[in-house]
């Protein structure tokens, strides 16, 4: 019976992990440098592009090894502010989404860390087919690389709050983390990184172990359980005084001061009393409150806050010296909210297959 054996995903390996497989095929570990820079510098996407290496130690690689990047299947780019929305095929067939977003200090993208999601949330497109499976590190990876591939630009900023719950893809976000700030690849500042959780506690107490320097970003969205656990299921796993304190034992642990995430729905969690809720339970934290339109989509019937009622949700914090701001929207116009674009792309490829 005939053997087969997985190659190695070349682009998940560090460096050490690297030098280390590169011995077992019987190469020289100073090799390990050279790919690595290809691989995780200049961004290659086919060993043939690796000039300083003799041809038959580029033909060895390729048996060896599987060289995994994301394919460019559609993009979209605003006209109102040069957001760039992608779609990516990856090598299975699935589709993830990513955003491109310029701002004066730098470019920023928004990468998602699974194909769907299964916790969920009542106000996101992501979660509505459920999980479909976690990305790989090299993917995570390589959405990043792809947008500045195609951009042609570096990108100083990255946002984990895309599809997917990161810490529901633990070690795979953990070992992304790690490449995409080391020196030895693009060493994008870990102070330039922020992920957001809905709210998993053991997991956001083990990332405040990992000597990290990333900001957390909770997806609150409700000033108590019953209302959070009405628009996100999460709830009813964990407590939110639970998820309160390991938001304050990671700015302990790191430093870093926390994001909490609300995203504003008409009449379900942006009245007066919700936010003077808020403010009680974010009273004294060293935090930073983002408060975000929501995104009406068509499956859910909850509507975007008015004018008014945002601007009155944003004076009661102040008066509560919460450091708060409204997110600027970006891209409305190319569907740039969560799993929006991703979504339509399934739809309508449905849509095509159902038609043949
Ligand atoms: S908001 Fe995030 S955690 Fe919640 S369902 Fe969407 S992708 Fe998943």
């Not at 995780?40 to 390729?62: C, G, I, P, Q, Y």
């Not at 194909?115 to 497109?125: I, K, L, Q, S, T």
């Not at 959405?143 to 951009?151: K, M, P």
């Not at 970006?330 to 740039?336: E, K, L, Q, R, Y």
Request: aromatic share 6%; charged share 25%.
């Amino acid at each position: 019976m005939q053997s087969i054996t997985e190659k190695i995903d070349i682009k998940a390996l560090t460096l050490e992990e690297l030098k280390a497989s590169l011995k077992i095929i019987g190469e020289k570990e100073f090799r390990a440098k050279q790919i690595y820079e290809w691989l995780h510098v200049k961004l290659v996407r086919d060993f043939e592009e690796m000039t300083n290496l003799s041809k038959e130690l580029r033909a060895k690689l390729a048996s060896e090894y599987e060289l995994i990047c994301v394919n460019d299947l559609e993009r979209y780019e605003s006209k109102m502010d040069g957001t760039v929305k992608y779609l990516f095929r990856l090598s299975d067939g699935n589709v993830v989404e990513c955003v491109l977003m310029k701002y004066h200090h730098g470019n920023s993208v928004c990468i998602s860390s699974q194909v769907g999601c299964r916790m969920g949330c009542r106000f996101c497109a992501s979660t509505l087919g459920g999980l479909t499976r976690n990305l790989k590190t090299s993917e995570m990876l390589d959405e990043v690389y792809q947008i500045q591939r195609l951009s042609g630009e570096r990108v100083s900023n990255i946002v984990i709050m895309g599809t997917g719950e990161p810490m529901d893809n633990y070690d795979n976000f953990v070992k992304f983390i790690r490449m995409i700030s080391s020196s030895d690849g693009l060493n994008i500042s870990q102070r330039n990184i922020t992920v957001s959780t809905c709210g998993i506690v053991p997991k956001m107490r083990a990332l405040a172990e990992e000597g990290f320097a990333i900001t957390l970003a909770l997806s609150l969205h409700a000033p108590n359980d019953e209302e959070r656990a009405k628009i996100m299921p999460v709830a009813n796993s964990y407590q939110l005084q639970d998820v309160l304190n390991a938001c304050d034992y990671y700015y302990e642990k790191t430093g870093r001061r926390v994001s909490y995430e609300y995203s504003l729905v008409d009449g379900v969690n942006d009245t007066a009393a919700c936010a003077k809720e808020l403010s009680r339970l974010l009273k004294g934290k060293n935090c930073h409150v983002n408060l975000i339109p929501v995104n009406p989509i068509k499956e859910r019937d909850y509507k975007r806050s008015t004018g008014n009622n945002i601007q009155n949700f944003k004076n009661i914090l102040e008066k509560n010296r919460i450091n708060v701001t409204i997110r600027r929207e970006m891209g409305s116009d190319i569907n740039a909210a969560c799993g929006q674009l991703r979504k339509s792309y399934t739809d309508k490829t449905m849509v095509q297959e159902v038609n043949l």
